[in-house]
């Protein structure tokens, strides 16, 4: 069993654990959501979303973002997924994250949505 994302107890007190498609999917939500220099000994882990939310929305944020996203996904998860298709959309204040993936231990394909915005 995995430590669950974010941090939190379960019903029994204890530290609240996860399966192992859950946590990949955590891994990745992490990597996303994490500003490049916020890791300590890793000062290239990220993606730099979180930078871009109050930036002027436009197709081509969305294509540099989806971009970079490919690239930080390979470089820190490739071992563990397959990405097998991944959009990058900018719909006024918010950016939406789909990514289609394959776990690579399992062969399951999993599929995955992360909204950020101002308002979210």
């Known amino acids: 069993m995995n430590i669950d994302f974010p941090f939190h107890f379960d019903d029994r007190g204890r ?16 990597l996303i959501f994490t500003m490049p220099g916020e890791r300590v000994n890793r000062p290239d882990f990220g993606s730099g979303v979180m930078q871009l939310v109050h ?3 436009s197709p ?8 970079t996203l490919q690239a930080a996904l390979d470089r820190w998860l490739g071992d563990l997924i397959e990405v097998q298709a991944l959009k990058v959309e900018s719909q006024e204040a ?8 394959l776990v690579r231990r399992t062969g399951k394909t999993l599929k995955e ?7 979210l």
Not at 60 to 67: D, S
Not at 94 to 101: A, E, H, S, V
């Open 15 to 30: 530290t609240a654990t996860t399966g192992d498609d859950d946590h990949i999917a955590d891994m990745i939500e992490q």
């Open 55 to 57: 930036a002027p929305n």
């Open 60 to 67: 081509e944020l969305a294509a540099a973002l989806q971009f």
């Open 94 to 101: 918010t950016l939406r994250i789909d990514l289609d993936y």
């Open 113 to 119: 949505t992360f909204p950020r915005g101002a308002a």
